[in-house]
C-alpha cells in the first residue's frame, strides 16, 4: 500500500519555466509534509516543509500549496533553472512513538530542466 | 561542519554473506535513521535511533537485519544471509534530537549482492 503518492514521474521544462510536482496522501495521521532534492550519487536534502495548518508556504523560488480537505500537496518551482534538475522527493511523516517521525516517501520525480 | 557519512560507499558481497554498513551521523546528533532506497524508488524507513537505544525498528524487514548504535554517536546496519534482493542504496539520516527537526542524510551505502 502506497500512503504518498507522486506524479509525474518525469518533468521536462524549459528554463524559465514553471516545475509543478503533485503528491496526495491517505493516512489523516500525517501532519508533516517536506519535500526533498536528491542528486545522482547523494543523499536526499530538505528543500521546504509544511505543516497542515498553513496552506501555503513559500522559499525563494520553491512554493509549497497545501489542500487538507483533498489530502493533496504539490511543490511549484518558479523560475525553473538548469541547476534545479534532480529528482524531487515528496514526503509526510507522523509520530510514531519514542519521538520518531520517520519519513514516508512518494516515489519521486526526475526533472529536467532544458536550456 | 561535516556532515553525515557512511561508509563504504559501494560494497559487492555475494548472496548469503554478511555485511556490516556504517554510518557517522552529524556531531551532537542524538537521533539517528536508517533508510532503504531501491532503484527508481523513494527511501523506505527502517530504523530509528534515540541516543543509545533503538526506539523504533517497526521497518526492519526481517531478523536479518540489525543494527545498533552502542556510545549514541556511530551506527552500523548489519545484514546476515543477503539475498539479491537486499541489493538498494542504505541511506543514514541524523537530526539533533528527533521530532520535526531536519532529517540530514548521508550519501549513501551501494549494496549490491550478487
Known amino acids: 500500500q502506497q500512503q504518498v503518492k507522486q506524479s509525474p514521474q518525469s518533468l521536462i521544462v524549459q528554463k524559465g519555466g514553471i516545475s509543478i510536482i503533485n503528491c496526495a496522501y491517505e493516512?489523516?495521521?500525517?501532519?508533516?509534509f517536506p519535500w526533498y532534492q536528491q542528486f545522482p550519487g547523494k543523499g536526499p536534502a530538505l528543500l521546504i516543509a509544511?505543516?497542515?495548518?498553513?496552506s501555503e508556504k513559500k522559499e525563494g523560488r520553491f512554493t509549497i500549496s497545501f489542500n487538507k480537505s483533498a489530502k493533496q500537496f504539490s511543490l511549484h518551482i518558479m523560475d525553473s533553472q538548469p541547476g534545479d534538475s534532480a529528482t524531487y522527493f515528496c514526503a509526510a511523516s507522523k509520530p510514531s512513538g519514542a519521538g520518531s517521525y520517520q519519513l514516508t516517501f512518494g516515489k519521486g520525480t526526475k526533472l529536467s530542466v532544458i536550456p | 561542519g561535516a556532515g553525515v557519512s557512511q561508509t563504504p560507499s559501494n560494497k559487492v558481497t555475494e548472496k548469503g554473506k554478511y555485511v556490516e554498513l556504517r554510518c557517522d551521523p552529524i556531531s551532537g546528533h542524538t537521533a539517528l535513521y536508517w533508510y532503504r532506497q531501491s532503484l527508481g524508488q523513494g527511501p523506505e524507513f527502517l530504523i530509528y535511533f534515540q541516543g543509545t537505544g533503538a526506539a523504533d525498528d517497526s521497518g526492519l524487514p526481517n531478523d536479518r537485519f540489525f543494527a545498533v548504535r552502542p556510545e549514541g554517536s556511530v551506527s552500523t546496519l548489519k545484514i546476515q544471509r543477503t539475498e539479491r534482493g537486499d541489493s538498494a542504496v542504505y541511506l543514514c539520516?541524523?537530526?539533533?534530537?528527533?521530532?520535526?527537526?531536519?532529517?540530514?542524510f548521508g550519501p549513501g551505502t551501494r549494496l549490491l549482492v550478487l
Open positions: 509544511i505543516r497542515p495548518d498553513v
Open positions: 539520516a541524523s537530526s539533533l534530537s528527533g521530532g520535526l527537526e531536519t532529517q540530514y
Open positions: 493516512n489523516t495521521a500525517f501532519d508533516y
